[in-house]
């Protein structure tokens, strides 16, 4: 009974279409930043480090570097304070957690890239058929 009544009322805060995001993607989060009576949109923009829990609970780290200085934020994945997250470019890592990044500094930080970024307002285009399965054959 208990698990039942949990389920629905987390059920009314989950996000109907969670951001689709992985570790090692650099990622701009827009934040609501409430300042007195004025709420404002403030851009947080790192590599996403970490990703934890799952459902309600699950919870994303992103790491940036400001002043030379490392800056690292966790963001619940399902906060209505998060307007929406862009994913600026994706990565290849073959680590789930990638917290050796808080011992390097310049170059060393670098990532190597992944599979392009296609725009989500467009659909992918289709790839044109093979000249030589197009050909005729006699």
Known sequence: MRNALLSHVESKHLLAKPPVFA???LVDVHCRIVEGDKERIQVFTGTVISRKGAGINGTFTVRRIVNNE?????????????????????????????????????????????????PSDKPASVAPASPVAAAPQA
Not at 97 to 114: I, V
Request: proline letters at 6%; aromatic letters at 6%; zero cysteines.
């Open 70 to 118: 490392g800056v690292e934020r966790i963001f619940p994945v399902h906060s209505p304070k998060i307007e929406k997250l862009d994913v600026k470019r994706k990565s290849i890592v073959r680590r789930a957690k990638l917290y050796y990044l808080r011992d390097l500094t310049g170059k060393a930080t670098r990532l190597k890239e992944g599979e392009p970024i296609v």
């Open 23 to 25: 570790v090692g993607d």
